[in-house]
């Protein structure tokens, strides 16, 4: 896909050979999803049509703290959005990038800046300079995942979609 | 992908084999009982928690479910387990085979649109895109599908898929998946393709470069002959907004201007194909033999390996009898698809089977009429062993010409190869050869084809 675009993708084929897998660890993912309480949603849209929307709508239903992270509007999804990662005033723990790759490391730095724990780049949005921004400064770093997929394939509900969530377990829940 | 997630246990990641994915995937226990078995959900709707649940599952902005004639706990382990198995994002299930076929070509063709499909097809697919796709002013192409410059040729700017079966029913043809996907993706079109007689232990068509798998699951996916269904699994990997598929690239009228490839991505195709075309043709599996579905993709490792073991013994004492022609079976050396078939299906080409017996519509008639273990109906991949002869059944309509056409010899034999013993199977056989044979010598012909009733039905 157009690398220089921003993601409107949830769940495209990224780039999975440019991708080091200790980015897409299915731990790590899950970790992060579990533990998270507040999810800074970088280039969240206002239109209920948008990926980044069905994404921010999901995870607020499920009892997350979204907050948009939009400079161009003042409330999305009933939360103040903010201009930028650092003019939020309380602590975040994800910071969810819908945004080109070439956007990524100033994000990353900002990311670092604010204490956030994680950074999650959606499909389609790859930046290894970002990354290495993010981890050097002690944040777990995913790249070309989901969130939402990521939730609903392992706390959520994909399954009743027939979607293949590759989750096998004999425990019950 | 999404199809094969690892799994971390006690600190170590684990990618499950194909066996245990057959046993587990797409059912856990079930978290409100505890029941280990998968529960039947016998029931048409599902209770809202509230009304904004309920507007967050129309929306598709939450898995939720709804009706049964879109979604179903029950047919949804079914349809993961399947998606897992051949390494997909996901499945979508549907009434029958056929309606799976439909289904899958109505999410992305539009009238004026047209498919290439191999000619060497199960002759019901054949008439639904002569017949239905014609009424929906689809057009298609029918190939000789070992050409690949026929497929080639055949490709116009309308084009919008390719389509065939691994193996084909019922000439045992294999289809060379990854050149024929090669062609398709260099012109940015999916290949679909029919994989019922190989199943996924045999052959996983996505790892050759397919796009979209369709299974008659009434074959081997049931395995016991008891229920009539298919399903569609997706690769997730097309790219729907390379500008020719408008119908999922596109905003939906029926969503509100939804558009399924840019906010599903990977699960564009499949959310299309549930929330519009299984809603919309309401052609939905019953939970019940979804159910059935999940237990006979539980042994479907091991039916398999047995299947082919005695398709290979039969094939073998056919081969070397006097009364037969010819056997058309890929897993014989010498069989004009031997190299394909070690190839994409190097476990076994599948258990059914075509032979020619030597001599006319009557002979065969009379091998029919002479067996006493096979089973003589219209279909296939049953625990038990299967017969037919298509001159007087399937394709009794046809004059000796157009069976030829149709690659069917008046003396064609179709055959499904059960899970028996070996020397019943061929004790059956040979006495059914030798009742043929009686009759070549010389016995009061049989009674004429034409006084008894018979239709192109299935299988």
């Known amino acids: 896909m157009a690398n220089e675009t921003d ?63 939009n400079p161009n509007e003042s409330e999305i999804l009933g939360e103040t959005s903010y201009p930028s990662l650092t003019a939020i005033p309380f602590p975040v723990d ?32 790859v930046s290894l300079e970002g990354a290495e921004i993010a981890e050097r400064g002690g944040l777990k770093v995913v790249m070309d995942r989901c969130l939402k997929v990521e939730h609903a394939r392992h706390m959520g509900r994909m399954h009743w979609f027939g979607l293949n969530t590759g989750v096998v377990s004999a425990r019950r829940e | 992908m999404n199809g094969h997630a690892e799994h971390e246990f006690d600190g170590q990641a684990r990618t499950f084999g194909f066996e245990t994915r057959a046993v587990h995937a797409g059912q856990r226990p079930d978290p409100y009982t505890g029941a280990s078995a998968l529960p039947i959900f016998q029931t048409s709707a599902f209770v809202f928690e509230d009304t904004d649940s309920a507007a967050a599952y129309f929306n598709l902005q939450e898995y939720g479910n709804i009706y049964s004639r879109i979604m179903n706990p029950t047919v949804a382990a079914f349809e993961e387990r399947i998606a897992s198995l051949e390494g997909g994002a996901g499945a979508v299930a549907f009434s029958s085979g056929l309606a799976a076929q439909l289904a899958a ?52 700017p309308t084009t919008k898929a390719l389509f065939g079966e691994t193996i ?22 999916p290949l679909i393709v029919d994989n019922t007689f190989a199943t996924p232990y045999l052959c996983r068509p996505i790892e050759w ?121 890929a897993g014989l050396p010498g069989n004009p698809y031997y190299t394909l078939a070690q190839q994409y299906v190097p476990r076994g080409a599948g258990s059914v089977f075509a032979f020619d017996l030597k001599g006319d519509r009557n002979t065969g008639q009379r091998f029919i009429e002479g067996l006493s273990l096979w089973r003589h109906l219209a279909n296939v991949g049953d625990t038990k062993s299967l017969v037919i002869h298509p001159a007087s ?61 018979g239709e192109r039905t299935h299988g």
Not at chain 2, 237 to 242: A, E, K, L, S, V
Not at chain 2, 441 to 448: D, E, L, Q, T, V
């Open chain 1, 7 to 69: 993601a409107a993708f949830c769940a495209l084929p990224g780039t999975p050979a440019s991708v080091p897998e200790r980015f897409q660890e299915t731990r790590v993912m899950r970790e992060i999803v579990q533990s998270a309480h507040t999810i800074a949603i970088v280039g969240l849209s206002p239109s209920e049509l948008r990926a980044s929307y069905f994404v921010g709508f999901y995870l607020q239903r499920h009892g997350y703290r979204i907050v948009p992270v």
């Open chain 1, 94 to 125: 994800v910071v969810d990038v819908f945004r080109k790759p070439s956007a990524v490391p100033a994000i990353a730095a900002e990311a670092v800046q604010i204490g956030a724990r994680a950074l999650w780049l959606q499909f389609g949005v």
């Open chain 2, 105 to 156: 070509f109505y999410t992305l063709l539009q009238p004026g649109d047209h498919i290439v499909a191999s000619q060497a097809i199960y002759g019901g697919s054949i008439a639904q895109f002569k017949h239905v796709f014609g009424r929906l002013s689809v057009d298609v192409t029918l190939v000789n599908p070992d050409e690949a410059s026929a497929w080639e040729a055949a490709i116009r």
């Open chain 2, 168 to 189: 084909g029913n019922p000439s045992g043809n294999i289809l060379d998946i990854r050149t024929v996907a090669g062609i398709a993706h260099a012109h940015g079109i």
């Open chain 2, 209 to 329: 470069g397919a796009d979209i798998v369709v299974h008659s699951a009434t074959k081997f996916i049931d395995g016991h002959g008891t229920s009539i269904g298919g399903v569609v699994v997706d690769a997730g990997g097309f790219d729907w907004g390379n500008g020719r598929f408008p119908g999922i690239a596109e905003p939906s009228e029926e969503y509100h201007g939804l558009a399924f490839h840019e906010t599903f991505g990977v699960y564009g195709y499949l959310m299309k194909l549930r929330a519009e075309t299984l809603r919309d043709l309401g052609a939905a599996l019953a939970p019940f033999n979804a159910f059935l579905y999940t237990l006979g993709l539980e042994t479907l490792p091991v039916r398999m390996e047995r299947h082919v073991r005695n398709a290979e013994g039969v094939a073998r004492f056919l081969a070397a009898h006097p009364m037969v022609e010819r056997v058309r079976y």
């Open chain 2, 393 to 453: 059944t399937t394709h009794r309509q046809l004059g000796d010409a157009e069976l030829a056409a149709s690659g069917v010899a008046p003396g064609t034999v179709r055959l499904s190869v059960g899970l028996e013993s070996l020397d019943d199977l061929t004790w059956d056989l040979e006495r059914g050869l030798a009742a043929a044979r009686a009759g070549t010598a010389g016995r009061a012909a049989a009674p004429a084809l034409e006084e008894k009733e």
